[in-house]
């Protein structure tokens, strides 16, 4: 899963207050039951130790939610007195509760948005297509493109020139789909989605769909419930959205553990895939996590590592990380310092469900790396 969505989380100096919250319906006697929990959450906080600015910036978002059938729940993180980062979930958090840390509390927020890739959906006719960002917490317009429109379609048969404008209408579309899909593979990578769903007819999609890389192909789904016309199936497409959705994370899972078994395993080569925590946190030291595994079941990410004031400044032992030149380390979850530092260095992470099974990291926390580990760090190590 990309993690640049979490930046401004990482850039932001802490401590940090979290926040994960079921916001209920918008009915009468939800809104008492929000206002008791709202009320309860800042309690824990300023228990906690929390400054009374940031409490203050925590109540203000609380408050300004708007609940509904679409936002079951909310993740909130704030620091020195303002909220620095909101997401709405599409389903409500294992437990509402409010944490006061050093660095926030990010496994959860990942392991509740794993199963809603970014995707983007172009919506197609033979005149152009509309697009739209499906993103963790929102949906928004992604802009368009208008291909020529004259001539769209074939001539009637028997009109004068027909087999001429027949294929003036073809060599049209043809121009059309190409310049679609160009402006599909340009969009794709302004919006950091990781799905694309083509939607419209299907000769139309299949057309735009034979002009994208194979790149992005791989990552390309067609339906055929909607386009760009009055009336279109709209909720029949956002359905098959859904379903294109979960297929691609069940797919992407699969994927992750299929290259970590494989680069753990590696024989008669250098591994490329670590676990246990002080591997991982020698790689977050070295900016070499390519992609970051956590299986939360397991009793590494409750680990303890020690951080500085930077995001690669991790270490087992607080006399390691003052010998990175932490000035005043902290305590820290090993799950959440992990990410943090993947973060800050443009890796990813996955979350492993359940108990991981055979071929997940061994104790819930190990790393692809973006290069193998050779002899002299494994002996070092």
Not at 155 to 170: D, K, L, T
Not at 176 to 191: G, H, L, M, T
Not at 251 to 264: H, I, P, Q, S, W
């Amino acid at each position: 899963m990309k993690l640049d969505f979490l930046e401004p989380v990482v850039a932001h100096k802490g401590p940090w207050a979290t926040v994960y919250a079921t916001t209920g319906p918008a009915d009468e006697s939800s809104a008492r039951r929000r206002e008791l929990t709202w009320r309860e959450l800042c309690r824990s906080l300023e228990e906690q130790g929390a400054d009374e600015a940031t409490v203050g910036a925590v109540r203000a978002s609380l408050d300004g939610l708007e609940p509904g059938a679409d936002t079951p729940g909310i993740a909130l993180f704030a620091a020195e007195g303002r909220t620095v980062l909101t997401r709405t979930l599409g389903q409500p958090p294992a437990a509402t509760e409010a944490i006061w840390s050093e660095i926030p509390r990010l496994t959860p927020l990942l392991e509740l948005t794993q199963q809603r890739p970014g995707c983007l959906v172009a919506r197609i006719d033979r005149a152009g297509a509309d697009f739209r960002m499906h993103g963790v917490s929102s949906v928004e317009d992604a802009g368009s493109v208008h291909g020529r429109d004259r001539p769209p379609h074939r001539a009637a048969a028997g009109v004068w020139s027909a087999r001429h404008f027949g294929v003036a209408g073809e060599n049209t579309w043809a121009e059309n789909a190409a310049r679609i899909a160009q402006e599909v593979v340009r969009v794709f990578a302004d919006s950091g989605a990781e799905l694309l769903v083509l939607a419209g007819g299907a000769r139309e999609c299949h057309s735009v769909d034979e002009d994208l890389p194979l790149e992005l192909r791989d990552v390309t789904t067609i339906s055929w419930h909607d386009g760009r016309a009055a009336g279109a199936e709209t909720d029949r497409l956002d359905a098959s959205i859904e379903t294109a959705r979960l297929e691609h994370a069940a797919r992407a899972a699969e994927n992750v553990l299929d290259r970590f078994r494989a680069g753990r395993d590696a024989s008669g080569g250098d591994p490329a895939a670590i676990e246990g925590v002080p591997a991982v946190a020698e790689a977050a030291r070295q900016h070499r996590i390519d992609t970051l595994l956590i299986t939360p079941a397991g009793p590494d990410p409750r680990r303890e590592l020690w951080i500085g004031e930077h995001p690669d400044q991790v270490a087992v032992r607080r006399s390691d990380a003052e010998r990175l030149g932490a000035e005043h380390p902290h305590a820290a979850r090993a799950d959440d310092a992990l990410l943090c530092s993947a973060v800050a260095a443009g890796g990813e992470a996955f979350v492993v469900p359940g108990d991981g099974g055979d071929g997940s990291p061994a104790g819930g926390i190990g790393a692809l790396l973006r290069w193998p580990v050779g002899e002299a760090e494994r002996t070092r190590g």
